[in-house]
C-alpha cells in the first residue's frame, strides 16, 4: 500500500523557518519524483516544489522561489522542504504527493495526509 505522511508543520511567526519532512513506504522510493502542494481554506490547490527521482532536478513555484527548498534522503525514503523567511501568505495544509514517473512533469497519483502550516504574528 502507497503511503505518504506529511509531519513538521506547526505555528511560527512571519520571518521563521519550519522543516517538512514526508515519509514514504508502500512503493520503490527512488522510481518516483515526489512534490509538494498546499491548499489554504476558500483557495485552490497550489503546487509548491517537487524533485525528481535521483534529486537532479527540482521546481518551485513563484511564490516560494528563494524561499524553499526541497531535498531528498533516498536511504530513508523521505523528502524534506526546508522553508525559511514565512509569511502569512504560506498558511496551508501540506501535502506530500508521489508523481506517477520519475519526473516532476507528471500528475499526482497518490498522497497522504496533511501538516498544518500557520503563519501569524
Known amino acids: 500500500e502507497v503511503q505518504l505522511q506529511a509531519s513538521g508543520g506547526g505555528l511560527v511567526q512571519p520571518g521563521e523557518s519550519l522543516r517538512l519532512s514526508c515519509a514514504a513506504s508502500?512503493?520503490?522510493?527512488?522510481?518516483?519524483?515526489i512534490g509538494w502542494f498546499r491548499q489554504a481554506p476558500g483557495k485552490e490547490r497550489e503546487g509548491v516544489s517537487c524533485?525528481?527521482?535521483?534529486?537532479?532536478?527540482?521546481w518551485y513555484a513563484d511564490s516560494v522561489k528563494g524561499r524553499f527548498a526541497i531535498s531528498r534522503d533516498n536511504a530513508k525514503n523521505t523528502v524534506y522542504l526546508q522553508m525559511i523567511s514565512l509569511k502569512p501568505g504560506d498558511t496551508a495544509v501540506y501535502y506530500c504527493?508521489?508523481?506517477?514517473?520519475?519526473?516532476?512533469?507528471?500528475?499526482?497519483?497518490?498522497w497522504g495526509q496533511g501538516t498544518q502550516v500557520t503563519v501569524s504574528s
Open positions: 504527493s508521489r508523481k506517477s514517473s520519475g519526473w516532476c512533469k507528471y500528475e499526482d497519483d497518490y
Open positions: 524533485i525528481s527521482r535521483f534529486g537532479s532536478t527540482t
Open positions: 508502500g512503493f520503490i522510493f527512488d522510481d518516483y519524483a
